[in-house]
């Protein structure tokens, strides 16, 4: 059971706006960044928002993210293809003293 | 070529150790916080253990404490990972990760490309 929660599927058809969710709580992403990855099967993964909603560069403008109290969000706007892939958001846990993720939510293309 | 060399993986039978080391080019290594991240066939991504640039703080998931050491050797931009008393539930990709500049920025924006850790009889 990982500490942040993420739906473990999700989908949509090209063009279409989908968002993830990641649930947390006060001690990790009520109070610290979130951070999202997204990992294409049989490779590392990839940062892809960084300090709740910051893209790196390179990452298209089609990803975003939020952050709202103890929930965050991943909204991929536009959808293609090659966006099919797992998506993982990870947050400091200042209760743990450690780094958390979410389970990872799976983005399949239609 | 700004990368991350993971190695050291390999089979080994319950209770045995392994070391770990991940070895940094094209990139710069200090200031930043380094990161081991584990993933077990079909899960999801578990954080593992990280360090501060000097090496002053350590952190770990609980289930490897006392087993796992993480260090780190800043003249040789490496990052190391000491894995003692292994079990089937630490069968996985380990890859590492390089950091923020503290311990909540996670960062980790340079990824490695994993080493295989299998721990079987």
């Known amino acids: 059971q990982s500490v942040l929660t993420q739906p473990p599927s999700a989908s949509g058809t090209p063009g279409q706006r989908v968002t993830i969710s990641c649930s947390g709580s006060?001690?990790?992403?009520?109070?610290?960044?979130v951070y999202w990855y997204q990992q294409f099967p049989g490779t590392a993964p990839k940062l892809l928002i960084y300090?709740?909603?910051q893209r790196p560069s390179g990452v298209p403008d089609r990803f975003s993210g939020s952050k709202s109290g103890t929930s965050a969000s991943l909204a991929i706007s536009g959808l293609r293809s090659e966006d099919e892939a797992d998506y993982h958001c990870?947050?400091?846990?200042?209760?743990?003293?450690?780094?958390?993720f979410g389970g990872g939510t799976k983005l399949t293309v239609l | 070529e700004v990368q991350l060399v993971e190695s050291g993986g390999g089979l080994v039978q319950p209770g045995g150790s392994l070391r770990l080391s991940c070895a940094a080019s094209?990139?710069?290594?200090?200031?930043?916080?380094m990161n081991w991240v584990r993933q077990a066939p079909g899960r999801g991504l578990e954080w593992v253990a990280n360090?501060?640039?000097?090496?002053?703080?350590?952190y770990y998931v609980d289930s490897v404490k006392g087993r796992f050491t993480i260090s780190r050797d800043n003249a040789k931009n490496s990052l190391y990972l000491q894995m003692n008393s292994l079990r089937a539930e630490d069968t996985a990709v380990y890859y590492c990760?390089?950091?923020?500049?503290?311990?909540?920025?996670?960062?980790?924006?340079?990824w490695g490309q994993g080493t295989t850790v299998t721990v079987s009889s």
């Open positions: 990760a390089r950091g923020g500049t503290t311990v909540t920025t996670l960062g980790m924006g340079v």
């Open positions: 300090r709740n909603d």
């Open positions: 094209g990139l710069t290594f200090s200031p930043y916080w």
């Open positions: 006060s001690s990790n992403i009520g109070i610290n960044y």
């Open positions: 990870a947050a400091w846990d200042d209760s743990l003293s450690g780094v958390v």
């Open positions: 360090i501060k640039e000097d090496g002053s703080e350590k």
